[in-house]
């Protein structure tokens, strides 16, 4: 007998930042965070778990490579999903499975977009990973704080459309969750747009950068008393659909954060030059038309990612097609993943 689950979960990209952790065990933040979570079928991850009693110990496929079970992240979430089955079953509620709990398990994880470039991967890898395991022993409820444990990041994709991770205060990190602002389709001509300047492997990985960070940079001390605000003024923002101000604080946030990695000694570098032509870019569009029409930001790589609306999203692409060709960058040049609405 064997039973199989199958469930995907979609990337997440920050709007304000999450940069830096209070406690590395926990993964628990110095700053609350926000983001939008994309649409389930562009970029994700798709995770099936098979639980047998003939499986001799628990196994994981990454893009169909085997990777060691013994990660201690991986192992923090495969322990508190058991934890949570065992008290829910010693409690009596839901309709926990006895069974599953005395299999060991197979993961097999796959994503739809390159991995490790900054683009997110593990936000979408761990949700998927905690919400199928979940499904399996037939959990519901609060599970953010177990993918929290997978990856920082990952409590967020837990929950479609504007998604805060509120950072809390407590040692155990039980406060440190994520929430949902708004719906995904709360703001339906909302689109993100992805320009990939490059599918290569990141040369400092956000969990070490920010460990660096941490440690050296007065920025981002400086930091954790900026951004109680500015998620104030974003979950406004986002209320209202007051793009101007959502556009102003999304790129201003993720210049602070690339500032801060330039604060960090030594320095991390994660934009590229042709990052900084986007970025360019993006200001001389929109101060030909005088207001806040598209929007870039940034994580730990080189790759825009693009907040427009609707209205905007074929006059943007022809421009950037038109400054940065094909035939001029080569293998490097700017694709434009079909538009990801939000909703
Ligand atoms: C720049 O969630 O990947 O994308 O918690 O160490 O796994 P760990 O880090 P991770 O960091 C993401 C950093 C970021 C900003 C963000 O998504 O908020």
Known sequence: EMKLVTCTAPVNIAVIKYWGKR???????????????????????TTTVAASRDFKEDRIWLNGKEENINHPRLQSCLREIRRLARKRRSSGDGNSNTLTLHHKIHICSVNNFPTAAGLASSAAGYACLVYTLAKLHGLEGELSEIARQGSGSA??????????????????????????IEPETHWPELCVLILVVSAEQKPVGSTAGMRTSVKTSPLLKYRTEIVPKRMKEMI????????????????KDSNQFHATCLDTFPPIFYLSDISKRIINLVHRYNSHFGETRVVYTFDAGPNAVIYTRKQHVDEFVEVVKHYFPPEENGEQFLKGLPVNPVS
């Open 23 to 45: 406690n590395e065990e926990l993964i628990l933040p110095i700053n609350s965070s926000l983001s939008v979570t994309l649409h389930q079928d562009q970029l994700k991850s």
């Open 236 to 251: 406004e923002a986002i209320k209202r659909q007051d793009f101007e101000l959502f556009g102003q604080l999304t790129m």
């Open 155 to 180: 409590c967020r994709s837990m929950y479609g459309g504007f998604v805060q991770w509120i950072m809390g205060v407590k040692e155990d990190g039980s406060d440190s969750i994520a929430q949902q």
